[in-house]
């Protein structure tokens, strides 16, 4: 076979984004009540670059207390200020607050490729300004809740307790506290212990914003202190974005409250090929599928399925296109996939690299090579496997993509289905009324038609079955915020 | 091989766009943006194509190719020198001795719209002259009509009539209206014979772009994957700077890797690049933008 060779001698030199201009301290607090807090407990964790494994600061540790302390802020500012003011004046900081991310875009970027290992490709061009951008989206929304839910007087809920996962730090967090700020309620958010960066500069802004005290507070911490502000009982809503598993944890913890919750969770989505698909762009739709964000995406198309007619050819130029991906230093502005986020991350992706093996499937990397130290993934893809494979039923959330092929519409649909998870699908062929009968039958919150890992603040984001329930992002995000009359 | 033309392969246009921002993303620094920008300056086409060019004009230009900016050693010539059938003698005499080689557009240029009497005698006037390349237009027309085994067959005789001249055939995709009807007359080009497929006369906007290129290049690994032979690939017309060029190499090494990156195997058709590459050469090597009056404009 007539080899392609994209190994090419003509190397990118280093083009790193520079981080003179960031501005880190040693050691942050807990932000409670606009003021920078001390934590009860006098403990302090590390947060570590995963692409060099140096520390990058101290990190407060909360506890019940500081978590109580917190709540009682929120509680008091949602009484006191939050929800008398008028929706107008709420909007007004809410745009503020984007205006200002905007601003500092180009440091938020590099702190978060520096705590969560993604390359500055992805944080400057894709997380930083669709954060801003779900600022600006809600902003909008603030005055018009009667016109999003017409005679049913939408009121907000009160504290809302937010839990945010790492692999979109600044993202997540914006999807949380922008439509909460939106609809009249205070927020008590906790960052991911690995990535509590970008979180406490937001803190920075909310405070240069002029948002009132104990509007939005932001507690750092592990699992206990998300169970806290779970289990806390002045919160009427928990919002979750993370593993199933703390999901269903969560679910148990509520039952029997009146708490409100929203839960995003994990995904294992099918990205369907058929024959007919423009197969250029299909297989970069499989690279931005599991590639983005080294695979630590909950939507990322980690089951691929193409039929089998066009399989040898899609193989061949997947893997050709996989040797052109740049791996290595996050700050490089070549770099396509950066550090895996976690030395912990790291160990759950190798465990599933062997389980895929001893389970008999074949495993393809690209010979890249990969720095010493630091905690990195090779793009990896695994063939000859079937429904039946660990590796295809379960979410590994690393840069790792199961291979297997289809005949017919029907059997790829049932397969796509047979799953657990439901959050999202991506379908690619060039005929039309294909493409709405598919989305008519995958059971998933979101389904990508030739394309894929797109997103904008105007579209709900959700899963089916164990991906979670509740809507974030568009107009539906906002009711998982208020009581509306009738539901 | 037999090529199904309702066959050939569909393109998704945002996927193709999205590919692009990708490469348009990519830094060059330091020793990569200058091996970049002497590859770049190998592989340009000088060229000449206005309806006032006259023998002095062509042999300005050829003197042009051949001292490129003499005040620098070590540069690499462009790869030819493009003009019009009636001044291939002249070139190629004024070229002489040189590696350069002299490319002619041929066919009725730019419209095509002739005989194939015509077209081919235009070809054999470009040949006899001693062009070793002939960049001929294809019949857009006919090509719309749904007449595609006329187009293939009008290229595969005017491959004929080359002889051992290279040639390119010219798609002239600003014609042409999708990416779905580039890739369906890219693999019409490549199956009838072209040694090269280039997208446009420079006479129809718009002429060449990224995301058109990047179909045309799929459209060749698609026919290495199938055969194993190189077909080169020309984009032409509107790239005036040497970003832009840098792009192109990118978007050629990513897609079709080391071996097409050599102007026996990809080329620019540019009158104005050369010049801005050369300014930019200079300025990574003493780090200073000399003034444009440094460098000859023929």
Redesign the interface.
């Known amino acids: 076979m007539t080899k392609i060779n994209l190994n090419s001698t003509w190397e990118f030199a280093p083009s790193l984004e520079s981080t003179d201009h960031i501005n880190l301290k040693k050691q942050y607090e807990l932000f409670i009540g606009g003021k920078w807090v001390k934590p009860s407990s006098g403990k302090y964790f590390d947060t570590v670059n995963p692409a060099t494994e140096e520390k990058l600061a101290s990190i407060a540790e909360a506890n019940d207390k500081d978590v109580d302390k917190a709540v009682k802020a929120a509680r008091k500012a949602y009484n006191e200020v939050w929800s008398k003011m008028p929706a107008s004046e709420r909007g007004k900081y809410i745009y503020r607050i984007a205006r200002l991310i905007q601003e500092r875009a180009r440091e938020f970027a590099v702190i978060e490729t520096l705590d969560g290992g993604k390359p500055i490709r992805e944080a400057r061009d894709i997380d930083v300004p669709l954060a801003a951008a779900h600022f600006f989206y809600y902003a909008g929304w603030a005055d018009k809740l009667d016109y999003a839910f017409p005679n049913r007087n939408p009121m907000p809920l009160g504290v809302a307790g937010q839990i945010v996962p790492w692999n979109f730090p600044l993202l997540m967090v914006a999807w949380k506290i922008a439509p909460a700020l939106a609809t009249g309620n205070t927020v008590v958010l906790k960052p991911a212990e690995t990535t509590p960066l970008t979180a406490l500069k937001l803190a920075e802004i909310i405070q240069e914003a002029g948002l009132p005290d104990g509007v939005v507070n932001i507690i750092t911490g592990a699992g206990a202190t998300g169970a806290a502000i779970v289990n806390h009982e002045d919160v009427d809503k928990i919002a979750f974005t993370g593993s199933t598993g703390v999901g269903k944890i969560i679910q148990n913890a509520i039952a029997g409250t009146n708490k409100k919750a929203t839960l995003e969770l994990g995904g294992k989505a099918a990205n369907i090929i058929f024959e007919d698909a423009a197969l250029d762009q299909a297989v970069e739709g499989i690279i931005n599928g599991i590639y983005f964000n080294q695979g630590h995406v909950c939507c990322a198309g980690s089951r691929l399925f193409v039929q089998e007619s066009v399989y040898d050819v899609v193989m061949r130029k997947l893997k050709d296109r996989m040797a052109s991906l740049v791996v290595g230093n996050p700050l490089d502005k070549n770099t396509d996939i950066g550090a895996i986020n976690s030395k912990e991350q790291l160990n759950t992706i190798n465990k599933y690299l062997k389980i895929g093996k001893a389970e008999g499937a074949e495993m393809y990397q690209t010979d890249c090579s990969l720095p010493k130290k630091g905690y990195w993934c090779k793009p990896t893809l695994f063939t000859g496997v079937s429904q039946s494979n660990r590796i295809v039923q379960e979410e590994i959330f690393g840069p790792v993509l199961a291979v297997q092929t289809f005949r017919t519409v029907a059997e790829v649909i049932e397969k796509a289905n047979n799953t657990p998870y439901g959050l999202s699908a991506g379908v690619w062929t060039d005929k039309g009324s294909k493409l709405f009968n598919m989305t008519s039958q995958l059971k998933a919150g979101v389904i990508w038609g030739n394309t894929f890992n797109k997103f904008d603040p105007s579209s709900p984001f959700g899963g089916f079955k164990e991906s979670g329930f509740g809507r974030e992002g568009g107009l539906h995000g906002l009711k998982a915020y208020l009581k509306v009359k009738g539901s | 091989m037999i090529l199904d033309y309702n066959a050939t392969?569909?393109?998704?246009q945002?996927?193709?766009l999205?590919?692009i921002d990708r490469i348009t993303?990519?830094?060059?620094?330091?020793?990569?943006?200058m091996?970049?920008l002497k590859?770049a300056l190998s592989m340009i086409d000088l060229t000449t194509l206005e309806g006032a060019d006259t023998t002095k004009k062509v042999v300005q230009l050829c003197n042009k190719a051949m001292h490129l900016h003499d005040a620098m050693p070590g540069l690499p010539t462009v790869a030819a020198v493009c003009v019009y059938p009636n001044f291939v003698e002249t070139a190629k005499k004024t070229l002489k001795g040189t590696k350069i080689k002299v490319a002619s557009v041929a066919t009725a240029f730019p419209a095509g719209q002739s005989s194939r009497e015509v077209k081919l005698l235009d070809t054999k006037l470009a040949v006899d002259g001693g062009a070793d390349e002939v960049d001929m237009v294809i019949s857009r027309g006919k090509f719309h009509e749904g007449e595609y085994n006329f187009v293939f067959d009008e290229i595969a005789a005017i491959k004929e009539a080359c002889g051992k001249a290279r040639l390119k055939v010219i798609l002239e995709t600003g014609e042409l209206g999708t990416f779905d009807k580039v890739r369906r007359a890219s693999d019409i080009a490549i199956y009838a014979g072209a040694d090269f497929i280039k997208t446009s006369t420079g006479k129809i906007s718009p002429a060449a772009t990224l995301p058109v290129t990047s179909v045309m290049l799929?459209a060749i690994?698609d026919y290495?994957?199938k055969?194993?032979i190189q077909v080169g690939m020309k984009p032409a017309g509107g790239i005036s700077n040497a970003k832009l060029a840098l792009q192109y190499l990118l978007l050629v090494?990513?897609t079709?890797?080391?071996?097409w990156?050599t102007n026996e195997w990809f080329r620019f058709g540019a009158s104005s690049l050369a010049n801005d590459v050369l300014m930019q050469i200079v300025k990574q090597t003493t780090g200073i933008y000399q003034s444009k009056d440094y460098f000859s404009k023929d």
Do not use: F, N
């Open positions: 392969p569909v393109i998704d945002v996927g193709v999205d590919r993303s990519r830094s060059l620094k330091k020793d990569a943006k091996h970049g590859l799929e690994k290495y994957y055969t194993g090494k990513e079709l890797g080391d071996a990156l």
